[in-house]
């Protein structure tokens, strides 16, 4: 078996993981390939117009590129170099038939498989690196060792890392979890990939910090932690609500619930609720799991995280609505922040989508910013207005914070760009229409400083 690593799908995922695997394996070679040329182009580009935005990354890939990294569109001949294929195509939630709105779309993973199928030749290790139901790596087994010779081994190795700090989480890790079958073969195989994370010269992730359980596990263990994720800023968005109605300060909940050791202070910022391509499709599918198991209780618990995340966005409009005295028709509206979080251009489930889009439904003329996200944001909204192009219309895009906000009655933050706390809000209290309003729906300015200013102040949980 030698020691080369192709993975399948160049995306948030397969980009920055097999980026930083090259650097901490420089006697590796690590090929990244996708059916997408776009993008395995901008991979590519020799200028490191990278097609993420990811903080520290570029600097990662100027490193490795062209070392023992490589990007490429031809994935069969990657696969027969590589005898290790980490797989890291989407996952996303299945829009049609059975399980619709919940399960997950699998069919790229199987085509996937049955490619690797295909074209390897000899034995091989494959790695699930994304997503995916738990016990589908039965599946996987059964669609590459169906011509009855045990040439595949199947692992699960889900990825933690999170969006703006991809570079720190893989550099340094809390864990990583690899999930591997019984026997000889399997824990050779587990072996195996243990290697790699424990880097060239054995000084990435420390021993203690690689942990092995078998495949179902590991299968379930990502779901749930994002479950768990998503639940923690669901519960504390509840508490805002609750905030809000009586006069407590959520930051000060927050704050001392989270000196408590058992809780953490991690997780526990009200805001918009959440985005991101995962935590949502996670929820959902760990929804589906339970209604299939017939854990309906369970179902429904998970459920009602993703109700109260959807209820979040529609309480900031509601509020909103009331503060700019009950009608919001033609007046215009700043959105400062697209991206679902900071530090990303990541726009997927963003929840600065959905307030954009009931904006829209009570005629809003929106004006959106964002220092990374603003193509993304074009892409997402294009359907919204035909003159969007145009720029006219009723939906903008604007660069520049100052000149998105130039005339506008309100500004209402949606990502906490640190960007935004070192503005001259003075400046863009005097260009704004009055009574001029700012909504921060991170919590993230100093609203003493805006009220001072002028300005109108609304907070989520306060
Ligand atoms: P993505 O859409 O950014 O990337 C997936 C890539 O796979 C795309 O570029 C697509 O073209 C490619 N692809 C699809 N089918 C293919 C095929 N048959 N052959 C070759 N390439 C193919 O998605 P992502 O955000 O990287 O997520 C991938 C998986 O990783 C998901 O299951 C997700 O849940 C998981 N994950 C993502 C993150 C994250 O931060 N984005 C974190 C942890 C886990
Ligand atoms: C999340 C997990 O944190 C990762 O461990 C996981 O690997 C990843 O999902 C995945 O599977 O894709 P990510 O979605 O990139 O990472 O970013 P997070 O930092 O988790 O934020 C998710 C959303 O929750 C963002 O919209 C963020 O603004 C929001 N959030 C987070 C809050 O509103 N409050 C908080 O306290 C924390």
Redesign the pocket.
Known sequence: MNKNIVC???????GPTMAVIAKMNPDRKVIV????HE?IAAWNSKNFRLPIYEPGLVEVVKEVRGRNLFFSTD?DAAIAECDIIFV????PTKMFGRGKGRASDLQ?WE??ARNIRKVAKGAKIVVE???LPVRTAAAMEAILNCDQTKRFTVLSN??????GTAINDLLRPDRVLIGGPDGDEGRAAVGEVVSIYRGARGDWVPEERILTTNVWSAELTKLAANAMLAQRVSSINAIAGLCEATGADVDEVARVIGADRRIGPKFLKAGPGFGG??FK??VLNLVYLCESFGLHTAAEYWAQVIRMNDHQQERIVSRLFKAMFNTLANKKIALFGYAFKANTGDTRETPAGSVARMLHEERVRLVITDPQALANAKKDLCDLSGTVQRGDGSVAFIADPYRAAKEADAVLVMTDWDEYRRLDWAKIYRSMRKPALVFDTRNCLDSGMLRDIGFNVLNIGK
Do not use: H, Q
């Open positions: 399948i799908g160049a995306g948030y995922i397969g390939v996708d059916i997408n993008r994935i890291g195509v989407n996952t790229y085509a996937t690196k994304s997503t889900p990825e933690f890392l999170a969006e391509s995962c499709k996670d």
